[in-house]
Nanobody
Framework: QVQLEESGGGLVQAGGSLRLACVAS????????MAWYRQFPGQQRDLVAS???????WYSNSVKGRFTISRDIDKNTVYLQMNSLDVEDTAVYYC?????????YGRGTQVIVSS
């Protein structure tokens, strides 16, 4: 099991930027797949961006070109740089880690984009 702690959420105006950080409790080199999900009120969590242990990156169409996922292996941290934020990006953002059969989520960080 890996503990994940997100930070960096908050209130921002439309068009602004935020950077989310997810610190893992163990070496992320050993984690096959890390990702960011988001959840709108009353809906299921949706995958936003992911990065694998070999560095392969995927983005959902809704954030492609605006969001960037990256990692700092030495800090056991995965980031989500979010630019050109829109009110429709308002959600709770969750960090996710998958290794073998283990799937773990952090507690989430709220992002609110105001018009």
């Amino acid at each position: 099991q890996v503990q994940l702690e997100e930070s960096g959420g908050g209130l921002v105006q439309a068009g602004g930027s935020l950077r989310l950080a997810c610190v893992a409790s163990r070496n992320i080199r050993s984690i096959n797949h890390m990702a960011w999900y988001r959840q709108f009120p009353g809906q299921q969590r949706d995958l936003v961006a992911s990065i694998t242990s070999d560095g392969s990156i995927w983005y959902s169409n809704s954030v492609k070109g605006r969001f960037t996922i990256s990692r700092d292996i030495d800090k056991n941290t995965v980031y989500l740089q979010m630019n050109s934020l829109d009110v429709e990006d308002t959600a709770v953002y969750y960090c996710y880690a998958e290794s073998g059969s283990r799937k773990d989520y952090g507690r989430g960080t709220q992002v609110i984009v105001s018009s």
